[in-house]
């Protein structure tokens, strides 16, 4: 997989800005993916990062660069984060299409395979 698994939508680049802007130091990116955990079996992971691995593709939107691990990758594919300022259910959000099931919150998963 050469190209990027996600799709991020300019609200979501936009307010990565903000956090960057605040949060970040040179060299600081942002990494997404997923890990084992949550009430559903795999968790959504976003954080500021300065460290990049081998195996980690990358994007750049405006400035920012949104980095994930090859194995996050696979569970990440055709997915679409997003970002809402709503004050109830606000804040990023992956859209993922290979979600079986997700848990009420949001934040994490059971994978459709």
């Known amino acids: 997989m050469?190209?990027?698994?996600?799709?991020?939508?300019?609200?979501?680049?936009?307010q990565m800005q903000r956090i960057l802007s605040r949060k970040g130091?040179?060299?600081?990116?942002?990494?997404?993916?997923?890990?084992?955990?949550?009430?559903?079996?795999?968790?959504?992971?976003?954080?500021?990062?300065?460290?990049?691995?081998?195996?980690?593709?990358?994007?750049?939107v405006e400035d920012v660069v949104v980095v994930c691990d090859a194995r996050s990758a696979v569970f990440l594919e055709g997915s679409t984060l997003t970002y809402t300022g709503n004050l109830i259910g606000g804040g990023f959000s992956f859209e993922n299409p290979n979600a079986k099931r997700s848990c009420g919150c949001g934040t994490s998963f059971t994978p459709a395979n």
Do not use: M, N
């Open 25 to 60: 130091q040179e060299g600081t990116f942002i990494r997404i993916g997923v890990k084992g955990g949550g009430c559903s079996g795999l968790e959504y992971v976003l954080r500021l990062d300065t460290e990049r691995l081998p195996q980690d593709l990358e994007l750049t």
């Open 2 to 14: 050469s190209e990027f698994p996600v799709e991020v939508t300019p609200e979501a680049v936009l």
